[in-house]
């Protein structure tokens, strides 16, 4: 079945700086990659997407890439605030509507 | 809106017993969906729906059944309680087919612990 390996597990940086997660899929089926962040008894909530035709993309200090033929993307939060602490999901979605998502990536931005 | 709701938000079960867990949508989404999130791990896909009266198995699938008879409401039933399925259940849907579909709105989740 599908596999998302989503590296690192747990990332500490300081405010302002930036943080980079990255997710290898293993389906080439899949056409979509949403990153989810995920606060302390809550919901995942979507933060960024891309699709399958496009490299990269981009929203204030968050940033996606995909590498379709290496079957990477990578999330980069840049300026790093304490409130980005969270738990960071990425996911790959094919057309029929199945989701994986990775492991997750535990965020702290200490102040 | 209240866009996706869940009930109840936490349950306490007997091995061996069963329920339901409810999901419901009213943002009129044909693809529902339900999750299990264990602790240190993402989410895995149960069950989900592409429309009414059409449902799959997800990745682990056993232990559960659904089904879909109305676009808004997709209940999870557990047939027979075991400790491992003792996690936290998240419930979600998005629009299948048009070009903004595929993002997922999440319920706030089910705390489901089986002793």
């Known amino acids: 079945g599908e596999n998302v390996e989503q590296h690192p597990s747990t990332l500490s940086v300081q405010e302002g700086d930036s943080a980079v997660i990255k997710c290898t899929y293993s389906?080439?089926?899949?056409?979509?990659f949403p990153w989810y962040k995920q606060e302390l008894g809550k919901g995942p909530q979507l933060i960024i997407d891309?699709?399958?035709?496009?490299g990269e993309k981009k929203d204030q200090r968050i940033a996606v890439t995909l590498n379709k033929t290496a079957k990477h993307f990578s999330l980069h939060i840049t300026e790093t605030q304490p409130e980005d602490s969270a738990v960071y999901f990425c996911?790959?979605?094919?057309?029929?509507?199945?989701?994986?998502f990775g492991d997750g990536t535990t965020l702290t931005v200490k102040p | 809106n209240a866009g996706v709701t869940q009930t109840p938000k936490f349950q306490v079960l007997k091995t061996g017993q069963s329920m339901t867990l409810q999901c419901a949508q009213d943002?009129?989404?044909?693809?529902m969906s339900w999750y299990r999130q264990d602790p240190g791990m993402g989410l895995r896909l149960i069950h989900y729906?592409?429309?009414?009266?059409?449902?799959d198995q997800g990745e682990v699938p056993n232990g559960y059944n659904v089904s879909r008879s109305t676009t808004e409401d997709f209940p999870l039933r557990l047939l027979s309680a075991a400790p491992s399925q003792t996690s936290v259940y998240f419930c979600?849907?998005?629009?299948?087919?048009?070009?903004?579909?595929?993002?997922?709105?999440f319920g706030p989740g089910t705390r489901l612990t089986v002793t």
């Open positions: 996911a790959a979605i094919t057309n029929a509507g199945k989701s994986t």
């Open positions: 943002m009129n989404h044909e693809y």
């Open positions: 979600a849907s998005s629009e299948l087919g048009t070009p903004s579909s595929y993002e997922q709105y």
């Open positions: 891309i699709r399958s035709n496009v």
């Open positions: 389906d080439s089926a899949s056409n979509y």
């Open positions: 729906s592409v429309g009414a009266g059409i449902t």
